[in-house]
């Protein structure tokens, strides 16, 4: 059974910073690619950013670029969200899902997913 387990959401005020981890289980870990997303109320489906299979490559959506970073470590089975400079437009659900695809930017391109954290910023 593949399980995508978040953690690490909470409240923090705006221009602090929060650190989300994402451990998988179930899967061939290095064989995959870890996207996140995030999904604000009343808003559709986000994504975030993406790290490939080995760590080595990474992509960000605009709205968090130089702001957020994703990281890996395949001993471990863990992706990891750091976000700095947080703004209270960042407050929502954040989930991590895996690809089997390097260039998975969109929710279609994904075949597992977590059920998501929640993490508000306030202002």
């Known amino acids: 059974q593949v399980r995508l387990v978040e953690s690490g959401g909470g409240l923090v005020q705006a221009g602090g910073s929060l650190s989300l981890s994402c451990t998988v289980s179930g899967l061939s870990f290095s064989s995959y690619s870890i996207g996140w997303f995030r999904q604000a109320p009343g808003k559709d489906r986000e994504f975030v950013g993406i790290?490939?299979?080995?760590?080595?490559?990474?992509y960000y959506a605009d709205s968090v670029k130089d702001r957020f970073t994703i990281s890996r470590d395949n001993a471990k089975d863990t992706v990891y969200l750091q976000m700095n400079s947080l703004t209270p437009e960042d407050t929502a659900v954040y989930s991590c899902a895996a690809s089997v695809q390097t260039a998975a930017y969109s929710s279609d391109r994904y075949d597992f997913w977590g059920q998501g954290t929640q993490v508000s910023v306030s202002s």
């Open positions: 790290v490939g299979r080995m760590g080595g490559y990474t």
